[in-house]
């Protein structure tokens, strides 16, 4: 499917003329699949998992943010695709556009998929299974689907592997960007 048809429901949510969020364009994949990792301080502070999947992010907002701990489950709720080029996306999306708040991005790097199928089928079946290699996130991380249907909401499980550590709240640890070093009231006050 050509991104632009990934992209629609994207693009129908938004309106470029007031929002400095990207409108994506076509894109070969990349040659190292990436994921990015957004604070996201809209109606409530979450987290919004986001991973490179045929020229489009995968995207899932977490609600109470990744965690690495094996025993925590963080429920995972899909959203749509979103371009490529929200990757290193910070800013502050107006209030009354869809998703108005600040955003940073805490974390970003490269992953690689550790099932013999492909993201796609991993994805349509309700469970992938990847490697992270980010500046906070490393290790093994697993989505799981809760449900049958692809509406369902899903899992983010930290896998069990030498960086697990169930004592560290990462979160609390490093909150700020991975990219500018700014926090979420920087970002809002327009600091650079």
Do not use: C
């Not at 692809?150 to 930290?158: A, E, R």
């Amino acid at each position: 499917m050509p991104v632009d048809d990934k992209l629609k429901i994207y693009r129908e949510k938004r309106d470029f003329e007031r929002t400095s969020e990207p409108a994506g364009s076509e894109r070969d994949p990349s040659e190292q699949p990436q994921f990015v990792v957004q604070k996201h301080d809209a109606s409530r502070l979450h987290y919004d998992f986001r991973i490179e999947v045929e020229g489009v992010l995968k995207s899932w907002a977490v609600p109470k943010g990744p965690s690495l701990d094996p025993r925590a489950r963080r429920l995972a709720v899909p959203t749509e695709d979103h371009p490529f080029e929200y990757i290193d996306f910070e800013g502050t999306i107006p209030e009354g556009e869809y998703g108005g708040g600040t955003m940073l991005v805490w974390d970003t790097g490269t992953y690689r998929n550790l099932k013999p199928i492909s993201m796609e089928e991993g994805l349509a079946k309700g469970r992938v299974e990847i490697w992270l290699d980010g500046h906070k996130l490393h290790g093994g991380f697993a989505l799981i689907r809760t449900g049958k249907s692809g509406d369902d909401n899903w899992l983010l499980i930290k896998m069990k592997d030498e960086h697990a550590d169930a004592e560290r709240d990462i979160l609390e640890a490093e909150p700020n960007s991975a990219l500018t070093g700014r926090s979420l009231e920087d970002i809002a006050a327009g600091k650079k």
